[in-house]
């Protein structure tokens, strides 16, 4: 079974770039997109973006200018970074599996304040 | 804005049948298959039916999907007290190469 373990900073400063990485244990690192969503608070999920094995990404347009997301093969890993971040990128960050995902990691709560 | 539409809210009390519908385009519902989750407060969202009403193992029966055309519909049946949750539909879009939610649906039973 499928694990995902996700990790990064919960606190930023306006400006500041967010930065979360996602370990995936068990399964198949190749045969699917790595995924990351967010929620901002009281709100409903917004997909990031994606990538699989070989670095082909995926972002939602309204985030690609402002968005990376890269992957690791050697630890079957992949990370998220969101630069010049604001108030409205305030959200728990989810990392997952899958178009549209089906396993998910625990999420993050990234809060982004002066 | 989300890009799949769905109600905001829905009640029933326990032992109904409720529905939650999701409302989409030919890019996304109308070419593509229709995911469920359920959310429980702080917690992940949770898998509950994949490609062709594919159920994750420990899902009960009582949950179940259908289509038409551009909209989809989520039917829980035996609706019982742990139900209370937010449920989001999903699908991958062909016009925007990702993954479209809905806005979610507030389940409450009475």
């Known amino acids: 079974q499928v694990q995902l373990q996700q990790w990064g900073a919960g606190l930023l400063k306006p400006s500041e770039t967010l930065s979360l990485t996602c370990a995936v244990f068990g399964g198949s690192f190749t045969d699917y997109y790595w995924t990351w969503i967010r929620q901002p608070p009281g709100k409903g999920l917004e997909w990031i973006g994606e990538?699989?094995?070989?670095?082909?990404?995926n972002y939602n347009p309204s985030l690609k200018s402002r968005v990376t997301i890269s992957v690791d093969t050697s630890k079957n890993q992949f990370s998220l970074k969101l630069n010049s971040a604001t108030a409205a990128d305030t959200a728990v960050y989810y990392c997952a599996r899958g178009h549209p995902p089906g396993n998910w990691g625990q999420g993050t709560q990234v809060t982004v304040s002066s | 804005q989300s890009v799949l539409t769905q109600p905001p809210s829905a009640s029933g009390t326990p032992g109904q049948r409720v529905t939650i519908s999701c409302s989409g385009s030919i890019s996304n519902i109308g070419n593509n298959y229709v995911y469920w989750y359920q959310q429980l407060p702080g917690t992940a969202p949770k898998l509950l039916i994949s490609r062709n009403n594919q159920r994750p193992s420990g899902v009960p029966d009582r949950f179940s999907d259908s289509k038409s055309g551009t909209s989809a519909s989520l039917a829980i049946s035996g609706l019982r007290s742990e139900d209370e949750a937010d449920y989001f539909c999903?699908?991958?879009?062909?016009?925007?190469?990702?993954?479209?939610f809905g806005g979610g649906t507030k389940l409450t039973v009475l």
């Open positions: 999903a699908a991958w879009d062909d016009s925007l190469s990702g993954v479209v």
């Open positions: 990538i699989n094995h070989s670095g082909i990404t």
